[in-house]
């Protein structure tokens, strides 16, 4: 170990190569986490062509998101009623409203939450789950930047939101 100490300490020419490639690597990698923390809380705007729908009409990617999940609702999960955009109000809090409110028979079995990335710092998020929660309600969140293919979603519904 004598050989790799002296390089890591920069104690001779090599190991002071060495010890400048590491703090670039160091750097690099802060710049990397500085520049994705500014893209996601940021919510800066990438050029390019929106999504159209059938008429040709731009939909917006949260628009298209909302439209895959209520298709994903409908047709795997058609014994419950789903309500789109409630207010967290309903379930006595403020917050996020919850994108889909999953009922059966009149009771409340599930909300489902889409977001951007993980919002545990987001106020709102957190009162909307919270909420949910001290409802007694299951609540479940999806991640929009990840990819939700249906079959995941069909699980985490049923096995999550709908577990009651």
Same mark, same amino acid.
């Given at each position: 170990?004598?050989?790799?100490?002296?390089?890591?300490?920069?104690?001779?020419?090599?190991?002071?190569?060495?010890?400048?490639?590491?703090?670039?690597?160091?750097?690099?990698?802060?710049?990397?986490?500085?520049?994705?923390?500014?893209?996601?809380?940021?919510?800066?705007?990438?050029?390019?062509?929106?999504?159209?729908?059938?008429?040709?009409?731009?939909?917006?990617?949260?628009?298209?998101? #909302? $439209?895959?999940? +209520?298709? @994903?609702?409908?047709?795997? /999960?058609?014994?419950?009623?789903?309500? *789109?955009?409630?207010? !967290?109000?309903?379930?006595?809090?403020?917050?996020?409203?919850?994108?889909?409110?999953?009922?059966?028979?009149?009771?409340?079995?599930?909300?489902?939450?889409?977001?951007?990335?993980?919002?545990?710092?987001?106020?709102?998020?957190?009162?909307?789950?919270? #909420? $949910?929660?001290? +409802?007694? @309600?299951?609540?479940?969140? /999806?991640?929009?930047?990840?990819?939700? *293919?249906?079959?995941? !979603?069909?699980?985490?519904?049923?096995?999550?939101?709908?577990?009651?």
């Amino acid at each position: 170990m004598g050989l790799l100490d002296s390089l890591l300490k920069g104690e001779s020419t090599a190991g002071q190569f060495i010890g400048g490639l590491i703090d670039k690597a160091v750097d690099a990698a802060k710049e990397v986490e500085e520049f994705a923390k500014d893209k996601v809380d940021g919510a800066e705007e990438t050029e390019g062509t929106a999504p159209v729908d059938s008429s040709g009409t731009p939909v917006s990617e949260p628009d298209k998101n #909302a $439209a895959f999940f +209520a298709t @994903v609702l409908a047709e795997d /999960f058609p014994q419950y009623q789903v309500r *789109e955009n409630v207010p !967290v109000s309903e379930f006595g809090g403020d917050g996020k409203p919850y994108d889909f409110v999953l009922s059966l028979g009149g009771k409340t079995v599930g909300v489902i939450s889409l977001v951007q990335h993980n919002r545990d710092r987001n106020k709102a998020y957190r009162n909307s789950r919270a #909420a $949910a929660q001290a +409802a007694g @309600v299951p609540f479940i969140n /999806f991640y929009l930047h990840m990819p939700n *293919e249906r079959e995941f !979603v069909k699980y985490r519904i049923s096995h999550n939101a709908l577990a009651v």
